[in-house]
């Protein structure tokens, strides 16, 4: 295990996953007759939940903008990681109050981690917002649009226990047509004590295998060349086809699982020019297995972001890591 962890060249280097990072839709033009603009904050899960959210309402006519002045619906898909992240939103909901000032029909929806940590809170503090809706309340999107059309505010922030968003395909935003992320999985059952994520994405459920290779498998016949699997920690990653929650196929007792090492070879079997990424790792959860698997396939890329978090046993301790120096000393 130690010379081939050496063999991967397991790279220090910093979170990119920066809740300071903004990304706005782009301008798709197919005729549908409302246009939505949503900006996106936090890390690649959100990011990649706005892909979600543009394809349900695709379906449902609408195009996107990258102008919000040019928007029937603002969405704001927020990140609830710091303080600082949500002052972000805060701030940004006066300069829409602006724009509603001179659109008063213009509707207004905060999607994500805020929505889910501060539920009705919301609409009670911002009097402009009309919609809230959580992570795992997309597919009723257009429902809760209907809503605040018939002249109602809207919210959902229900967490499912099963829901991936498995078979809606992503419209691609912000895409260079080379790389894309795939998302494997939603949730997380850790409960690291500094962490909100347990809260707002709420119990770790894991995506059909078939629908993910199926996502890189199109991918590439549409000319990308590298995707990254993604999920708060796709080392946890355990599906079979009666369960796709982490807690439920324990109590279940289901062992015949899919795993992260075993998705990892699927994926990578898609074809040999895709290069195969994925992030985050947890120092608990990564097996030999995963590492002989990157180390068989030439297209998955050697590369690990591995959040470590602390060198001091008391410190893991205290954030409820489940590890020790002593017992992972790389
Ligand atoms: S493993 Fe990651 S996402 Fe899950 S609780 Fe810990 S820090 Fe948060």
């Excluded at 690649?44 to 309402?57: C, G, P, Y």
């Excluded at 260079?176 to 709420?202: H, K, L, Q, W, Y």
């Amino acid at each position: 295990m130690e010379n081939l962890v050496t063999d991967l060249d397991i790279l220090d280097h910093n979170n990119t996953q920066a809740c300071d990072t903004v990304k706005k839709t782009e301008e798709l033009n197919t005729g549908k007759g409302r246009k939505l603009y949503i900006e996106s904050y936090g890390c690649q899960m959100n990011f990649s939940d706005s892909e979600i959210v543009a394809s349900i309402l695709h379906n449902e006519g609408f195009d996107t903008t990258s102008d919000i002045e040019k928007a029937d619906v603002v969405f704001l898909n927020t990140c609830s990681i710091r303080e600082k992240a949500e002052q972000t939103v805060r701030h940004r909901l006066i300069h829409i109050k602006g724009l509603k000032k001179h659109k008063p029909e213009l509707l207004v929806g905060i999607l994500g981690c805020m929505a889910e940590r501060l539920k009705t809170k919301l609409l009670e503090e911002e009097k402009l917002v009309d919609l809230v809706a959580g992570p795992d309340a997309y597919r009723d999107l257009p429902k809760l649009i209907g809503q605040v059309d018939e002249g109602d505010r809207a919210i959902n922030t229900f967490l499912s226990r099963d829901e991936t968003y498995a078979d809606v395909t992503p419209v691609r935003l912000n895409s260079n047509g080379v790389t894309a992320f795939i998302s494997i999985m939603r949730g997380c059952d850790n409960m690291c004590t500094f962490c909100v994520v347990p809260f707002t994405r709420g119990r770790e459920r894991s995506r059909d295998p078939q629908s993910i290779v199926a996502e890189a498998q199109d991918l590439f016949d549409k000319g990308y060349r590298e995707v990254t699997l993604l999920g708060q920690n796709v080392d946890s990653y355990k599906w079979s086809p009666e369960e796709n929650n982490k807690v439920w196929l324990e109590k279940k007792g289901i062992t015949n699982t899919v795993t992260f090492s075993m998705l990892l070879e699927m994926v990578a079997q898609v074809n040999p020019a895709l290069r195969i990424r994925f992030s985050t790792s947890h120092p608990k959860d990564i097996t030999d297995d995963v590492l002989y698997t990157m180390a068989r396939y030439d297209n998955i890329c050697k590369y690990i972001h591995l959040p470590v978090q602390s060198g001091n046993s008391r410190i893991l301790e205290m954030m409820n890591r489940g590890y020790t120096r002593e017992r992972n000393s790389w």
